[in-house]
């Protein structure tokens, strides 16, 4: 089947940097749409941003301007660049990605673990 693995969390002050990565990895024969969502405690996940399998990238106004999305596709892995951060960033960041499985070529979407990221002083 198909794993995805993110890294890049961790604690960082306010007005700083992070970028968090997620690997998918098994059965996969082509990666397209991804996306990163994030879930603060006591609130519901809220998509963050999307990468369409054109290129095309959309963000939530929050993070408008501070952070961005990008992918290697050779590498099967999609990037959240966090720059700016404020201590409302602090959450738990999942990445969801639309995979074609290897063996079927069926599309199926697959989420990561998450990564705690922390932004305090």
């Known amino acids: 089947q198909v794993h995805l693995a993110e890294s890049g969390g961790g604690l960082v002050q306010p007005g700083g940097s992070l970028r968090l990565s997620c690997v998918a990895s098994g059965s996969v024969f082509l990666t397209n749409a991804m996306s990163w969502y994030r879930q603060a405690p006591g609130k519901r996940r809220e998509l963050v941003a999307t990468?369409?399998?054109?290129?095309?990238?959309n963000y939530a106004d929050a993070v408008k301007g501070r952070f961005t999305i990008s992918r290697d596709r050779a590498k099967n892995t999609v990037y959240l660049q966090m720059n700016s951060l404020k201590p409302e960033d602090t959450a738990i960041y999942y990445c969801k990605m639309s995979v074609t499985i290897l063996d079927t070529l069926r599309r199926g979407e697959f989420w990561g673990q998450g990564t705690q990221v922390t932004v305090s002083s």
């Open positions: 990468r369409t399998t054109s290129g095309r990238t």
